[in-house]
C-alpha cells in the first residue's frame, strides 16, 4: 500500500501480535521493543528488510548493544545499489551476528 501501514496477508497478523511502530531508522530508538522482547524472554531476533545499510544495519546495531543474539536473513534484505548491501553484509553483520539466507535458516531452525 502506499503509506506502508498495512501489514502483507499472508503473514497472518493475528489481533493479539504486538506491532512495533518504527519512527526512525533504528526499530528500538524510541520504542518500547527492547522492554518487549526482554518481558517475553527473547534473546535472538531474525533481521530482514529495507533497506540494508540504513534500516536493518541501525536496528542491527541497536540490538548488538543490547546485547541480543542476531541472525540476518540476507536474500530478504535490499538496498539502493548492489555495493551498499554487501558491505554491510561484508564488513557490519559477521562482527555482530549470523549471516543465513532464507533456505539456511529454515533448514537450520
Request: aromatic share 12%.
Amino acid at each position: 500500500p502506499a503509506d506502508w501501514a498495512e501489514f502483507d496477508p499472508r503473514l497472518n497478523v493475528q489481533e493479539n501480535d504486538y506491532i512495533v511502530t518504527k519512527r526512525q531508522w533504528g526499530a528500538f530508538f524510541g520504542t518500547d521493543l527492547d522492554l518487549q522482547l526482554r518481558r517475553r524472554g527473547i534473546d535472538t531476533i531474525v533481521l530482514c528488510g529495507i533497506a540494508t545499510n540504513i534500516g536493518v544495519e541501525s536496528t542491527a546495531r541497536e540490538a548488538f548493544q543490547y546485547g541480543y543474539n542476531q541472525i540476518f536473513i540476507t536474500d530478504a534484505m535490499a538496498t539502493f545499489t548492489k555495493e551498499e548491501h554487501e558491505a554491510t553484509l561484508s564488513y557490519i553483520f559477521p562482527k555482530i551476528g549470523k549471516l543465513r539466507t532464507t533456505q539456511q535458516f529454515l533448514t537450520e531452525s
